[in-house]
């Protein structure tokens, strides 16, 4: 009797759980989309699109997939967001050491400017203006690292501290008096550029080697002005090759000019090494104009150079030239995109001011970006965009991503779901490569060159992948290029000690969370890097299999289960303090300037959003759900850190999402950040 009465109790409490799960469990997804909060609009929308994205919000790309309450959806954009973060932090490293080197090779310039061969000595006037220009350009730079730093004259002192202090102000237009009359060519400095943004902001060590390389970019030497010319062949003598005695050390400075060409590109200027290799011909010269002649014949034969102009200046007569052939101490690397921008507001072609985010898109080969392109002179604009095609392939890293992005706006596969050919995934894939573009731009604010315009319910599976295998594919690459070049680099060798000292030493914010780096030096960047290879080839095989009804096995499964927490791990979350993410993930950098307006061109992204896709599986639709970094793109009258940004984004000053984007997104607009703190704790 007692056995059947525990049967019977065993019973009913089977139908009762039975009961209790068809009601947790709707039978339709959009049951399931109503039990997660979406509206009856919202449904309508998505059965419409296969996509929505949501105003819930998280800190970190990352968190959905942890915390996560429907089957999930591994987006494109979670494994950039990935990359981005420890590839900045990765950069960061390397800029540290760079401005741990900075001040001993300025110090080294200024010490050999007197270094005169008798080839200069025949014009005593031109070669005391062109030593005193050397030796204020250099040591307004040296100035900005190190206050204490002063020379005995004492016009000159006064001139070096008062450029210091409009430097550090970062606001204005102006041609400081020792500079020169303004010309057209040059009209003067726009002060704002030297605005610290991008982790620059996170040291002193780090805000003050952004003002002085940022320095060194800007002022130029111009080949067509005697003083200007001898003056940066007087810097560049002093550190020609036969200055020094150990080919090492000589070694050693080059280098740190020509830091990142593998990682961006060339050049766009001549800088002070081009300079030094000229100072070796200098014993035969007669006089400037012959090495002027020599220096223009160079610049006819290599125009690939000068591609983008960064001053206050007129336009030039020749149609077909940028700016005039001159050296930098410092140059700042060529672009793609910066080249695109430079060619899309030429004043002598178009009527704008600014250019449009989509043009990037357009280059890689969207045909939604392409289409979307609003402008009076669209034909002329394809065109020029068209021809600017090909700068945006190459052998550098920074190319070698912007391929990674061509995949995701390249035709779908054909055996992709439907959902894919839509205009409103197109709009999707769209918003990813340019908040992608955006997150580079970030990384590089300060060496890249930046344009200026003249003046079903069987079980569900774990999940899916977005089912672009051959993204996946190059994102392996990419990673495996990218570790293998900061390797060779030193990222993975760089001494850290002198980063906790400056913690220790109040130089560094020890609290400053987003840097999580600097905080655990001795994170093992070359294990994260070759992490974050795995995940990509794991990721492009699980795509495949699923483009063509594959099933998955366990470790599959397991592996779409636990990769929230494998990407955290990517972005210095160890342990469980994935749980507590920072609040650091919108970033904003001005990549195009109007200085005469006083007003700059801005891209970014916000904190990531919540996206739902209905994916087809074993014919039905299964509500999934993922995350997505919204792009931003707006003209601002100062240029943003990315504090002001995030405080922008928390209020209602916020800009709108662009137009093309909107169509997708829950109510056509962005609001208000409704974060999602929240963890459901299904691992």
């Given amino acids: 009797m007692v056995f059947r009465c525990i049967l019977f109790l065993t019973f009913m409490m089977a139908l009762s759980v039975s009961a209790q799960m068809e009601e947790q469990v709707p039978a339709t997804w959009q049951g399931v989309a109503r039990k997660s909060g979406l509206t009856d609009t919202d449904i309508a929308a998505l059965e419409s699109n296969r996509i929505l994205i949501t105003n819930d919000t998280f800190k970190q790309i990352f968190f959905p997939y942890i915390s996560r309450r429907n089957p999930l959806f591994i987006t494109s954009d979670s494994l950039l967001n990935a990359y981005h973060v420890l590839y900045e932090e990765s950069i960061a490293r390397l800029e540290t050491a760079m401005a741990q080197r900075l001040p001993g090779i300025l110090r080294l310039i200024l010490q050999n400017i007197d270094l005169t061969d008798d080839y200069y000595r025949k014009d005593p006037e031109l070669l005391a203006a062109a030593q005193t220009r050397a030796t204020l350009v250099t040591g307004i730079a040296l100035k900005l690292i190190d206050d204490s730093y002063h020379v005995q004259d004492a016009e000159l002192d006064s001139i070096m501290s008062q450029e210091v202090e409009r430097i550090v102000a970062a606001e204005g237009h102006m041609m400081p008096d020792w500079l020169g009359t303004p010309d057209p060519s040059f009209m003067g400095l726009d002060y704002s550029r030297y605005k610290p943004r991008g982790f620059y902001t996170r040291s002193e060590k780090l805000t003050r080697y952004f003002r002085a390389v940022s320095w060194l970019q800007s002022i130029p030497f111009r080949v067509s002005r005697d003083e200007e010319l001898l003056s940066v062949l007087l810097l560049g003598n002093g550190v020609a090759r036969n200055r020094f005695e150990d080919i090492g050390e000589w070694v050693r400075v080059r280098s740190f000019f020509r830091a990142y060409t593998s990682f961006i590109g060339a ?36 125009s690939e150079s000068r591609q983008i102009n960064d001053q206050l200046r007129f336009a030039p007569e020749n ?24 060619r899309t507001t030429d004043i002598r072609v178009f009527d704008r001011a600014y250019p449009d985010g989509l043009e990037v898109a357009a280059a890689l080969g969207s045909a939604f970006a392409q289409n979307n392109l609003q402008d009076p002179q669209k034909e002329q604009l394809l065109e020029t965009i068209s021809s600017c095609q090909t700068y945006f392939s190459g052998e550098s890293l920074y190319l070698m991503y912007m391929d990674v992005l061509k995949a995701l706006v390249d035709v779908p596969e054909p055996d992709a779901p439907d959902f894919m050919a839509s205009e409103a995934w197109q709009a999707k894939s769209c918003n990813t490569a340019l908040a992608g573009w955006a997150q580079l731009r970030h990384t590089w604010a300060l060496q890249a060159k930046q344009s200026a315009t003249f003046l079903g319910e069987a079980a569900a599976p774990a999940g899916f992948v977005e089912p672009v295998p051959d993204f996946f594919l190059r994102m392996a690459l990419l990673a495996q290029s990218t570790r293998s070049l900061l390797r ?30 600097l905080q655990e030096p001795n994170i093992n960047l070359d294990r994260l890097w070759q992490r974050l290879e795995q995940i990509s080839r794991r990721l492009e095989v699980i795509a495949h299999k699923q483009l063509r009804q594959v099933p998955l096995d366990k470790s599959e499964e397991a592996f779409i289960r636990s990769y929230g927490r494998a990407i955290a791990r990517i972005m210095f979350y160890e342990g469980n303090t994935y749980l507590s993410p920072r609040d650091d993930a919108p970033k904003v950098i001005d990549v195009h300037a109007c200085p005469a307006a006083g007003r700059y061109l801005h891209v970014g992204v916000a904190r990531p959003r919540k996206m739902y896709v209905l ?5 039905k639709s299964v509500l999934c759900e993922g995350a997505i970094m919204p792009y931003y793109e707006f003209v601002n009258d100062s240029r943003l ?33 409704n974060i999602q703190n929240r963890y459901y704790g299904r691992i």
């Avoid at 052939?325 to 910066?338: E, G, K, L, Q, T």
């Avoid at 994916?615 to 014919?619: A, F, R, T």
Wanted: glycine share 6%; hydrophobic share 35%; aromatic share 8%.
């Fill in 319 to 342: 149609p077909n030239e940028v700016a005039a052939p001159n050296f930098r101490i410092i140059s700042a690397y060529s672009i793609p995109d910066a080249i695109l921008f430079q």
């Fill in 615 to 619: 994916y087809p599986w074993q014919g």
């Fill in 641 to 673: 850190t990315k504090e002001a940004w995030k405080e922008k984004l928390d209020s209602d000053r916020r800009p709108p999402i662009p137009e093309w984007f909107s169509s997708v997104v829950s109510g056509g607009k962005l609001g208000k950040p």
């Fill in 267 to 302: 050049c766009d200027d001549w800088d002070l090494m081009t300079a030094a290799e000229r100072t070796r011909n200098l014993s035969g010269m007669k006089s400037v104009e012959d090495e002027r002649a020599l220096l223009m014949k160079m610049a006819s034969a290599h």
């Fill in 488 to 517: 060779s680099s030193g990222a993975f060798e760089i001494d850290c000690d002198t980063i906790v000292d400056d913690i220790k030493n109040g130089e560094m914010d020890s609290h400053n969370k987003p840097d999580r780096l």
